[in-house]
């Protein structure tokens, strides 16, 4: 088993930034891929971004690429989102997920094996 804490949401002005975090602990092993979702108000969940084992592998949704930044550190077992030039449409619940192995699926949070309670990202206009 998992267990995935997120930190770091809170609000901010557009244009800002944020860097939200993702404690795995258990069987840390089995975090090959480590990423992110979120889920706007009366919205879908919707994928952000991933980063497969040892970061070497990164993947981001179009619509943060050039924005955003997925990074990990594997010896604290924590993934990292740096949101930065953030807009209003950023604001959501950002879940961290976990998949004990790697697919070219990433995008599908169905996929995923373990999920985070979420921090709230609010961006004001």
């Known amino acids: 088993q998992v267990q995935l804490v997120e930190s770091g949401g809170g609000s901010v002005q557009a244009g800002g930034s944020l860097r939200l975090s993702c404690a795995a602990s258990g069987d840390t092993v089995s975090t090959y891929m480590m990423g992110w979702f979120r889920q706007g108000p009366g919205k879908e969940r919707e994928f952000v971004a991933v980063s497969a084992w040892r970061g070497g592998n990164t993947f981001y949704a179009d619509s943060v690429k050039g924005r955003f930044t997925i990074s990990r550190d594997n010896v604290e077992n924590t993934v990292y989102l740096q949101m930065n030039s953030l807009k209003p449409e950023d604001t959501a619940v950002y879940l961290c997920?976990?998949?004990?192995?790697?697919?070219?699926?990433?995008?599908?949070?169905?996929?995923?094996?373990?999920w985070g309670q979420g921090t709230q990202v609010t961006v004001s206009s």
């Open positions: 997920a976990a998949k004990t192995s790697f697919s070219y699926r990433y995008f599908n949070g169905k996929q995923y094996d373990y």
